[in-house]
């Protein structure tokens, strides 16, 4: 049952990219949807792509892993989505429309000299690409996780696979309308999943209170503080750090272009509210879900096979492939994206025209066949992974987005300058030693990024 459930999903994936082709005239369409995106699909598909196999599998299995302060994620990550929804949203859709920008590097160049313009181009596409094969790579190593873990007479290799190919094929039919169409669908997936699957967990725990008492009978005082951290120091630079993922939101590319595709700026408070209740629910419930399966299941091999584990154990066949399907879902949200933004980036940022649908979709089936190959070959957490990729793009782009949007025009050498550093200096700290929260990763890079943006801020634009 649970395998017939899958694949009843995979088709309707399927089916909504065939449909979604005859949409797909022009490299505008393939990419922006023709500016045509309402405030529910883009809310939905925005909130989906952002959230990924983290957000259910990751989110989940660090609570297991953290206990109660894990709490803080809640508050850190929907603080992301107020940042995008109440200052980049609105002022995007009407920004993107007057430069006529389709990607966000091509937004971030526009009113640069040519030289310069074509420098961060280059800069921002190759950023796009670096970052996006290790996210994708990481989706598709979900995906063969979440296909292996629901039905065991399938190998986890041959899940990968299967999962990469649906999420190729329905991309390279129907562009940015399969991608957001699919995306709402799979975030109404994740809701529910993230609606039922905890509630079951707390009462098959017995309740909040007898939750308590689980994690206190576990015997490890760690799991019941609200930060886990020695001393006062510590635990602020921990919780800061955890904000700082928030931060990361404005320099997501695959969720920027949701706002440069809704049609009006009239329908971003609508699409706002959605999108912040949806995040809210979810995050809750996957917190809350992996403090129910570290009482349920203190001994699981894969911390982050929770939710899986949970609802194989909890719920009957049918429901359990939903919930399956819930987490192919977040997965698929946010690879389908994110194949089509790096597709952009060479289609669009790194050739000069003609722009080509062909080109577009050739570079979906390359991406993704480089990210199969990297989930194969260089293991690592989910959460570890997605992180890491996250906060080079949020560092490397976020900055400029927000100063750009919210002061005015930022002299061409500084733009170029917050790029390479927020970048740059992401990836050098990462491969220092962690503190608490990985604060220094998430937050010194972008907020010098931030300075030198501000630096070279001018209300009006000169060169």
Same mark, same amino acid.
């Given at each position: ?34 500016? $045509? ?124 696979? %299967? ?101 009006? $700026? ?5 699409? $706002? ?129 927000? %100063? ?52 070279? #801020?001018?209300?009006? #634009?000169?060169?």
């Amino acid at each position: 049952m649970v395998l017939v459930t899958l694949i009843a999903y995979l088709v309707v994936l399927l089916a909504i990219g065939i449909w979604a082709r005859q949409r797909v005239d022009t490299s505008a369409d393939f990419h922006l949807a023709g500016r $045509r995106l309402g405030p529910v699909v883009a809310a939905l598909s925005a909130s989906a792509s952002s959230s990924s196999a983290w957000s259910l599998l990751g989110m989940s299995g660090a609570a297991w892993l953290w206990g109660v302060q894990a709490a803080w994620l809640i508050p850190a990550v929907v603080s992301g989505f107020a940042i995008n929804w109440f200052l980049v949203a609105p002022r995007m859709q009407q920004a993107s429309r007057a430069n006529d920008s389709l990607t966000l590097v091509e937004f971030l160049a526009d009113g640069c000299p040519e030289t310069m313009r074509r420098a961060i181009r280059v800069l921002g596409a190759l950023l796009i690409l670096f970052c996006f094969t290790f996210y994708v790579a990481a989706q598709f190593e979900a995906a063969g996780t979440a296909i292996g873990e629901a039905t065991p007479q399938i190998a986890g290799n041959t899940a990968l696979i %299967v999962g990469a190919i649906v999420v190729v094929a329905y991309v390279v039919l129907g562009g940015f309308w399969a991608a957001s169409v699919t995306d709402a669908l799979q975030g109404v997936m994740m809701l529910v999943v993230a609606v039922i699957l905890p509630i079951v967990a707390l009462v098959a725990v017995g309740g909040p209170v007898a939750l308590w008492s689980g994690l206190q009978a576990l015997g490890d005082p760690g799991l019941l503080r609200i930060v886990d951290q020695p001393g006062l120091i510590m635990a602020m630079v921990f919780v800061a750090g955890l904000f700082g993922i928030g931060l990361g939101y404005p320099g997501q590319p695959h969720v920027v272009n949701r706002f440069m595709a809704m049609r009006s $700026r009239d329908e971003v408070g609508r699409a $706002r509210a959605v999108a912040l209740g949806w995040a809210t629910i979810l995050y809750i419930g996957m917190v809350t879900l992996g403090l129910c399966g570290r009482v349920l299941m203190p001994e699981i091999d894969d911390h982050e096979a929770i939710l899986l584990a949970l609802s194989t154990d909890l719920l009957p066949a049918v429901i359990g492939g939903i919930i399956t399907g819930g987490v192919l879902a977040a997965i698929m949200s946010t690879s389908d994206s994110q194949l089509l933004v790096a597709s952009g980036s060479v289609s669009h940022d790194l050739r000069r025209g003609p722009f080509s649908v062909m080109i577009d979709r050739l570079v979906v089936v390359a991406v993704g066949i480089a990210a199969v190959t990297l989930a194969f070959f260089v293991p690592d957490t989910i959460f570890e992974r997605v992180l890491f990729a996250w906060q080079v793009l949020g560092n490397g782009f976020g900055p400029l987005v927000l %100063v750009m949007l919210l002061v005015g025009y930022v002299l061409p050498a500084f733009r170029l300058a917050a790029i390479l550093l927020g970048s740059l200096l992401t990836i050098a700290i990462g491969f220092l030693p962690d503190v608490p929260g990985d604060a220094a990763e998430r937050l010194i890079p972008f907020f010098l990024g931030l300075a030198i943006c501000l630096i070279g #801020a001018r209300r009006e #634009a000169r060169a």
